[in-house]
């Protein structure tokens, strides 16, 4: 398997590598920049996962532990017997006291809305994530169709151009010298007629450089680092499936997102309900206090229970909380319900909507393949029509002129079957992201036997 390298170890290499397109697809797929982004939604929603779950376990859980100093006593005795106590601030001895109070709610409904109202979010976030996922991957192999198609449109123009360019100084220079074989209409017409090879070249310009930048973007490439391309030529891909086999497994994330929303709107609203009832829940809570002072039972030996301090207590049971607001929960459930309707009646049409701009896509891409047919007859053409007026040349020098004609046009012809091939690929790369199939796999080039 072809190893992925990056900019600064490409330099270091010593044997020549060059990105293809199946290179490029997984790079887009597995490593673009932007999705260590994107997942932090979808690791938002594991998280709220977690909560709900935790959150289920001992939601009120409370310790408290106090230190600090204990007053003591002072004991009176009257004459009659009578005992009393005074608090004494000397001597001082330590305190300690501790308190915990814990609650586990029962309610298991609230815990499996909300868990399913968790699970559904993630759901939800694993589709936004593999439909950006395609998008990038669409995105990085249009890079790649766009400069090989620009890189190929420039060599061949350039020196075509330039032999337009000898053309025109050639005719000029007869012209100038009263040649009999030259025409200042031939003259005038070859330069006419070189607007669509100036204009392609400018496009091509243009075109290489855009789709560079993408590259260098999606393969992480500094503006120094060399940027090498195996495919030398833009290819055809691979003929899709008929448009009946593809909408066979049509699944577009748009629809997935939508049925995993409504699948997230139901679960929250079977917690809004769950909700407006009572809280059930355990109780427990646990006191304990002690205080140690130098000579505090001198006139009562039994300090545990007769010292104010010294405490040992606690309570069990069951108990329940209920918000009696019922006015507003109510609305909270119909808002919840109003939103789960809204998502169900966008599903009615969602899937006709979606399968008609497929099938529109599919037809833009049918109408493409007959297009390359069409211009690859005629560039055959225009082909024998310039060999054959070449051989007449040969037999005959003085009519070198009637090459230009027939260059012009093939000319022409070549490169429009070559950016039929181009808008045919484009398109068959967006009929595999509507029905959500385009992965690296779909990009790999198959080898010729």
Known sequence: MRRFLSGSLLLLCATPFAWDLGDLSRIAWEQNPRLSEDSTSLLLARNRL????????????????????????????????????????????????????????????????????????????????????????????????????????????????????????????????????????????????????????????????????????????????????????????????????????????????????????????DLQKAQMGPTIAVFADLDYTKAWVANRDRANKDVLITDPINTIGGKVGLGFSWELNYWSKSRNAVEAQLELEALRRKEVYARAGLDSKFSEAYARYASSGRKVKFTLRARDAADSWLKAVALQVDADSTRERDLIAPYQKYLDLQHEYLDAIYQRDLRALEVLRLASLLTPERLVRRKEE
């Open 50 to 269: 977690e909560k709900v779950k935790y959150g289920a376990i001992l939601p009120r859980f409370e310790i408290g532990v106090a230190y600090g100093p204990a007053p003591g006593f002072s004991y009176h005795v009257s004459p009659n017997g009578d005992s009393t106590r005074n608090y004494a601030w000397w001597p001082l001895g330590p305190y300690f006291g501790t308190e915990i109070r814990l609650a586990q709610p029962l309610n298991i409904q609230q815990l499996r809305s909300g868990l399913a109202a968790a699970r559904s979010g993630i759901a939800v976030e694993q589709v936004k994530l593999g439909a950006k996922r395609q998008d990038y991957l669409k995105e990085a192999a249009e890079y790649y169709l766009g400069y090989v198609f620009a890189r190929q449109m420039r060599e061949l123009l350039e020196p075509a151009l330039a032999k337009l360019d000898r053309a025109d100084s050639s005719m000029q220079a007869k012209l100038d010298n009263d040649d009999e074989d030259a025409s200042q209409s031939d003259l005038l017409q070859l330069r006419a007629n070189r607007l669509g090879a100036d204009k392609g070249l400018e496009e091509a310009h243009l075109g290489e450089e855009r789709a560079e930048k993408g590259l260098r973007f999606v393969l992480k490439l500094s503006p120094e680092d060399p940027l090498p391309i195996a495919d030398k030529e833009i290819f055809p891909f691979e003929d899709l499936p008929s448009l009946d086999s593809m909408r066979a497994v049509f699944a577009p994330s748009d629809l997935q997102q939508l049925k995993a929303g409504i699948a997230a709107k139901k679960a929250l609203l």
